[in-house]
């Protein structure tokens, strides 16, 4: 069975930084492109960031660029968000997402091109 299981949520300040993980188990997501997407109360679920199955290629929601970095450690089978300047409107459930292709080469955006979700982990900043 696969699962991804995310950690690393919790209450933090304004300004302070959080690093959520994301760990694989049932199935190895080395050549597989990764994602984080957050979901805000009374909100649609949004993408955050995103990686290609190598890790070479990266993107972001504008309203993260420059204070989130994605990363991907393949031995570990882990993908992992580091969150620095945290501001109260990032506050929200963070979801870890995998595609089941292998090999893409793009960066995945979209909730419905990713096959495999975790359960969240909530990350609430404070003003």
């Known amino acids: 069975q696969v699962q991804l299981v995310e950690s690393g949520g919790g209450l933090v300040q304004a300004g302070d930084s959080l690093r959520l993980s994301c760990a694989a188990s049932g199935r190895t997501f080395r050549w597989n492109a990764m994602g984080w997407f957050r979901q805000a109360p009374g909100k649609e679920r949004e993408f955050v960031a995103g990686i290609s199955w190598s890790g070479g290629s990266t993107d972001y929601a504008d309203s993260v660029k420059g204070r989130f970095t994605i990363s991907k450690d393949n031995a570990r089978n882990t993908v992992y968000l580091q969150m620095n300047s945290l501001k109260p409107e990032d506050t929200a459930v963070y979801y870890c997402?995998?595609?089941?292709?292998?090999?893409?080469?793009?960066?995945?955006?979209?909730?419905?091109?990713?096959?495999?979700w975790g359960q969240g982990t909530q990350v609430t900043v404070s003003s």
């Open positions: 997402a995998a595609d089941s292709t292998m090999y893409t080469t793009v960066v995945l955006t979209t909730v419905n091109e990713y096959d495999y």
